[in-house]
């Protein structure tokens, strides 16, 4: 293997110490063929994503539902981005990217799927760019392009629209790798590799691991051996940023309830999991079957000789890496970059209940793929094995792949194809039941739905979200009685669940047992978070609070406790100025007992805030007339008329003003 460059200096590729216009030029023209190879595999692979739909598993909480990302982007909406917790995690840059598809292509999924394989697209190319330069040998640096294109394990990552944050991330990851290399020689570069890294964070965090990474490439492909303390030192802002990207994403996923508690989790049962998934990891790299969005975390696949037998080949494969360091340098640097780059999705601070996830392969599998492609490579070499052979053999696989991935990206075509799917390659799958059974509800298929859901809380007892779906799904065939049991069951094993008592509420509004519901709208807003903890919370709570005031109150006047509603829609209107909505429904409360004065003020102001409702006008010109002000109230007949041509309580109105 050819020697490491100078400090500081990648390795010049294949030929370029040839001078002449004609060797550079036949270069140029070899690296765009490489590319467009790279290129077409992947569209090939992909393509097939422009029909596509949004899917049921976070793409509700990041597209579909999400009511902030479908306003696109403003400048509202851009410091919502930064300012919100949503989806229990701060990726700023991850947000603007999908306020920005939505901007340019609305809500249709296609766009936003194909967006996602550009951004891929875009990494294959920096994979191989960056690995060419760094290295000087294009063909394994190709190779190792290719397997990060089309390998079915990526699929997850590039098929799923709410994981836009890992293409994101990693595309700003290796520009930051690409300036950190020009920084070496060129000063400038080293702040613009630093913002880079910054942007890649802001994407997604889980890149905090870069400047360990950053040391791993210095020895291998940079050959930088100097002083270990001086590289560290120039790593300085990297670590710096790290750190904070680490506090605050801890900070949000506690707050957003998506970081598993040590009562919840043990630790030794996340440490045996870590071990075991390093190892299925890999055996996903090398056998890609059986793939699905959610795994489950399961005691009994941690069994004790599983744990001990992973860490036995870990330990293996780590010393055999460090005793060839010396003649296979690529060995260390692959493993070490894949055990390093796995570190923050591996499970030991669990997110989640998964026990593992292929999306998070999506960075840590280049180094196993250097390890494997430059060995082979190498093997080749001393077999002394022709190259068209090594060719033909790279072809065959590269083919294999491409035919796998292309089968599972089509597996996410749509919610119900995806979770059929992965019901069928898991065992004990919660998730994969209740998202199965949200898509038969969807679809209609209720008789089909419910089994699903049942199932669902069945294995996991405590679990919400099959509950609530149960319940609607009895209440869209009629049977209203069991839906309430139901979500009672679910108060009964987690008292105060607020979201459930707003369900529950809901139903009994409509069973028409109103004092029921208002009991359930009471409690609710009891419970009601903070303010700061609602804008965390990625299902909207100030929304859904505020809509629990307006029912209540609405409940409180059809009750004919119109104190009681007043105080509501009060509530409503200083929690949401600018919303007309509860001052409309305060005024008519105000006016109810009497106290016309103030529910006029309630009326003039509503209609400053809605000056088209014809609604609001009509309610405003009945209290004017009502105050002796014919002329105003007049004055809001014609401007209703002007709205809406015709509208007979309008004429009726003004026939009445000048009457004695």
């Not at 509004?509 to 303010?531: T, V, W």
């Not at 007949?637 to 007979?648: A, D, H, S, T």
Request: with cysteine; aromatic share 10%.
């Amino acid at each position: 293997m050819a020697s490491p460059p100078p400090e500081g200096v990648p390795r010049p590729a294949p030929g370029e110490a040839v001078i002449g216009t004609d060797a550079s030029a036949r270069r140029r023209w070899f690296t765009a063929l490489m590319c467009a190879g790279l290129l077409a595999s992947v569209w090939i692979v992909y393509f097939q994503v422009r029909t596509f739909q949004f899917v049921n598993f976070d793409d509700l909480v990041y597209v579909t539902r999400n009511p902030q990302v479908l306003k696109g982007l403003s400048w509202e909406t851009v410091a919502w981005a930064f300012r919100t917790g949503a989806a229990a995690n701060w990726h700023p840059v991850t947000w603007l990217s999908h306020l920005a598809d939505v901007s340019m292509f609305g809500a249709d999924p296609g766009w936003h799927h194909l967006v996602s394989v550009v951004f891929h697209t875009a990494g294959t190319m920096l994979v191989f760019l960056g690995l060419r330069s760094m290295t000087g040998d294009p063909w394994p640096s190709w190779f190792v392009a290719i397997l990060f294109a089309v390998h079915p394990v990526h699929v997850e990552s590039v098929a799923w629209v709410s994981e836009r944050k890992d293409v994101l991330s990693t595309v700003f990851m290796l520009l930051t790798i690409w300036a950190y290399v020009r920084g070496l020689e060129n000063r400038r570069m080293r702040w613009a590799a630093v913002i880079l890294y910054g942007l890649g964070l802001m994407a997604k965090p889980m890149l905090v691991t870069l400047p360990i990474l950053l040391l791993i490439l210095d020895r291998w492909p940079l050959g930088r051996n100097g002083s270990l303390r001086a590289r560290l030192r120039e790593k300085v802002p990297y670590f710096a940023l790290a750190a904070g990207s680490s506090l605050v994403t801890f900070v949000v996923q506690r707050y957003g309830g998506a970081v598993a508690t040590l009562e919840s989790v043990p630790l030794p049962v996340r440490a045996g999991n870590a071990l075991i998934a390093y190892v299925k990891y890999l055996g996903k790299m090398v056998w890609p079957v059986s793939l699905a969005p959610f795994y489950p975390l399961r005691a009994v696949d941690i069994a004790p000789w599983k744990v001990l037998a992973a860490l036995a080949l870990l330990v293996g494969i780590t010393v055999a890496a460090c005793r060839l360091r010396e003649r296979r340098p690529y060995l260390l640097a692959g493993w070490l970059w894949y055990l390093v780059a796995l570190v923050p999705v591996i499970g030991l601070v669990q997110v989640g209940s998964q026990s593992m996830a292929d999306r998070y392969t999506y960075i840590p599998l280049l180094g196993p793929f250097v390890m494997v492609v430059w060995g082979l490579r190498d093997a080749a070499s001393r077999g002394r094995i022709r190259p068209w052979v090594v060719a033909l053999a790279g072809g065959c696989a590269t083919v294999m792949l491409m035919g796998r991935a292309h089968g599972q990206v089509g597996f996410w075509r749509d919610s119900l194809t995806l979770f059929t799917h992965a019901r069928r390659v898991t065992v004990d799958n919660a998730v994969a039941r209740t998202n199965q059974g949200q898509a038969l509800l969807v679809a209609g298929r209720l008789d089909e739905a419910l089994p699903e859901f049942r199932a669902s809380i069945a294995m996991a007892p405590r679990a919400r979200i099959p509950r609530f779906l149960l319940s609607r799904a009895l209440v869209q065939l009629g049977r209203r009685e069991e839906a309430a049991a139901c979500l009672k069951g679910l108060l009964e094993s987690t008292p105060g669940d607020s979201e459930a008592l707003r369900e529950l509420a809901l139903l009994f509004l409509d069973m028409g047992r109103l004092q029921e519901a208002a009991f359930c709208y009471r409690e609710y807003l009891s419970k009601e978070r903070p303010r700061t903890d609602g804008e965390l919370d990625p299902y909207f709570q100030a929304d859904r609070d505020q809509d629990a005031r307006l029912r209540l109150g609405f409940l409180y006047r059809r009750l004919g406790q119109h104190a009681e509603a007043i105080t509501c829609f009060l509530a409503a209107t200083q929690s949401n100025p600018s919303d007309p909505a509860p001052l409309f429904n305060l005024g008519l409360s105000l006016s109810a007992v009497g106290r016309d004065t103030e529910a006029l003020a309630c009326f003039r102001r509503c209609a400053v805030l809605a000056p088209r409702q014809v609604q609001v006008r009509l309610q405003l010109a009945a209290s004017l007339k009502k105050a002796g002000a014919l002329e105003e109230a007049g004055a809001e007949c014609r401007k209703v008329l002007e709205i809406q041509p015709g509208n007979g309580e309008a004429q009726r109105l003004m026939g009445t003003l000048h009457k004695p």
